[in-house]
């Protein structure tokens, strides 16, 4: 058997993300393995057969992983009525006419992707819609996926009006005299979101590989999708990766998370049990559970310890609605843990961070220590008593960094109805760093951006990449620095999806899972982070994108 290279990238910089040997120029690849990290030596696996990729001073790193996005509803909503990429609420009403009107048709008008802060208190108006859209029924979730802007037509489908109750676990926007607005909250979305019609199977699976696609041109080489399962109008993948893998189209890793129904308790354990056995195969193995434990502190719906404010700074009374009661929790995850299972919480405000830890602590009480790397995600407000806890816990903090920054949806959402001592309390990465916290990194595409570049910039400067040059930054003490933030977005997520020993760092033996950039972003300045590109990304050495310009 020949000793050459199948593949050698050189004449660059390599970020390994291995502490044995931090820095290198030259790795080869054969049969999808690393197989040589070093410098000029390397050269010597170079063969006839050896594809060579010069570096020409630009970085390598090992492939991102993004431990917490939604693949297939963003690749869905890139193909309907895509409002991600603007905060103008004329341009919103513009593209929705447009859609529709391109789309005579369809029954019903969707897609989504509007950011809370375009309108007065994040609540859009059925009338706005109705007046461009009378029709049919119109379902657009926003940004974040926890609130839905609907028309007329979409409440009537639903039989919504002044006497409709909100559920337990949402709230219908209303006037003063009761009718609803047009704005659902939580889980007041699925009322209108289960009657709109699922895609055909062929469109779901084109939505995932269109996703597939968009994130490999972000170097991410794999990935935990967050909700496998039926949660509001968010159709189930979980048939889609398969079709993807029975046709040999799924080039990413995927660690799906099954959906807990928080509406059902214990009895749903052994169906989840059933699952992970049905579905886990090649690419794909659905060995995690996700519980989303409360909702957002931009309607008040993450759960706090204590109340929001009002306008006026007084009490609201409204401390969040935890959507597992927290004693019950307790029991679930120890029972996941006992079968194995991790659990991926959906943890935002502090009172729901606490019940999560709470429930991995009781799990490591009754079942002893278990490699069943529990992690939580968003993170956005933590008590410091509990910061030292995820390290005694071994339970990781997966964060969406992009979110540390001063923008519209901070300052005039959230901050003023937090106060100055909570809002202080945001996003503490350096504190998890500093108390040994494993530390992971997702986008929560389509939410936010899914190119890690913007959320390492943000990590980083504590600053968003298109702020005013007046912003202040937002809480410098728990900034990141560039290479630590880089390791969360590859070996720490790669532990979180029990992926490490296979991937993570370019290390002898592991995938061949690699980034090459456009430039060195450790040589220039921490300010120009997010302008760093993709040019090509590999995985297990086979080529998965190559920018024009690679």
């Not at 039926?230 to 189930?236: E, I, V």
């Not at 310890?305 to 029991?331: A, E, H, Q, W």
């Not at 959230?414 to 500093?434: I, N, S």
């Not at 900034?479 to 720490?492: H, I, P, Q, S, W």
Request: charged share 20%; hydrophobic share 40%; aromatic share 6%.
């Amino acid at each position: 058997m020949s000793l050459t290279a199948d593949l050698v990238l050189t004449g660059g910089p390599v970020h390994t993300v291995d502490p044995a040997r931090s820095r290198a120029t030259a790795v080869a690849v054969r049969d999808g393995r690393i197989v040589a990290v070093g410098h000029d030596e390397v050269h010597e696996l170079i063969g006839p057969g050896t594809e060579v990729v010069d570096l020409a001073g630009k970085l390598l790193l090992p492939g991102f992983q993004d431990a917490h996005v939604h693949p297939q509803g963003a690749g869905l909503e890139l193909g309907m009525c895509h409002l991600a990429d603007t905060v103008d609420p004329a341009e919103y009403l513009r593209r929705i006419k447009a859609y529709a009107d391109r789309n005579p048709d369809a029954e019903w008008i969707t897609g989504g992707g509007w950011s809370l802060e375009a309108f007065p208190g994040g609540a859009p108006t059925a009338a706005a819609l109705d007046a461009i859209v009378p029709d049919r029924p119109v379902f657009l979730p926003n940004r974040d996926h926890h609130g839905a802007w609907v028309n007329t037509r979409a409440l009537e489908r639903a039989g919504i009006d002044a006497r409709t109750p909100d559920p337990v676990d949402g709230r219908i926007e209303r006037d003063a005299d009761g009718n609803p607005i047009g704005t659902l909250q939580e889980g007041a979305v699925h009322l209108v979101g289960k009657l709109v019609p699922e895609p055909t199977p062929e469109e779901q699976l084109t939505a995932l590989l269109r996703a597939q696609s968009v994130l490999h041109s972000y170097g991410v080489t794999a990935w935990q999708d967050a909700i496998v399962g039926t949660y509001a109008n968010m159709t189930d993948p979980a048939p889609t990766y398969r079709a993807a893998l029975d046709r040999g189209l799924l080039t990413a890793r995927v660690v799906g998370a099954l959906w807990w129904d928080r509406e059902r308790g214990a009895e749903q354990i052994p169906e989840l049990a059933a699952k992970r056995e049905e579905l886990s195969g090649g690419r794909f193995r659905a060995t995690t559970v996700k519980v989303m434990q409360d909702g957002i502190a931009e309607n008040h719906t993450a759960a706090m310890l204590d109340p929001y404010l009002t306008g006026c700074g007084c009490s609201s009374g409204n401390d969040g609605i935890s959507f597992v009661d927290p004693g019950d929790l307790r029991k679930y995850v120890t029972e996941l843990d006992a079968l194995g299972f991790q659990v991926h919480f959906h943890a935002l405000g502090d009172r729901a961070v606490r019940e999560a830890l709470d429930a991995v602590e009781s799990a490591r009480t009754a079942n002893g220590w278990r490699d069943t790397r529990h992690h939580l995600a968003h993170l956005q407000v933590v008590h410091p008593d509990d910061v030292l806890r995820f390290r005694a816990l071994g339970a990781s903090a997966n964060l969406q960094m992009l979110w540390a920054a001063h923008e519209p949806q901070m300052d005039e959402l959230t901050l003023p109805f937090l106060g100055a001592e909570r809002g202080a309390r945001q996003y503490p990465f350096g504190d998890l760093l500093r108390a040994g916290a494993t530390l992971a990194a997702g986008s929560d595409w389509p939410v936010s951006s899914p190119d890690p570049f913007q959320a390492i910039h943000v990590a980083v400067n504590r600053l968003a990449p298109d702020a005013p040059d007046d912003t202040p930054v937002f809480l410098p003490e728990q900034r990141l620095d560039l290479g630590t933030a880089l390791a969360a977005y590859t070996a720490g997520s790669a532990h979180a999806n029990h992926l490490d020993d296979i991937s993570g760092s370019i290390t002898v033996g592991k995938s061949a899972d690699l980034v090459v950039l456009d430039r060195d972003p450790f040589a220039g300045p921490p300010e120009e982070i997010a302008a760093t590109r993709v040019q090509q990304t590999f995985v297990e050495g086979r080529r998965v994108h190559a920018a024009g310009d690679a």
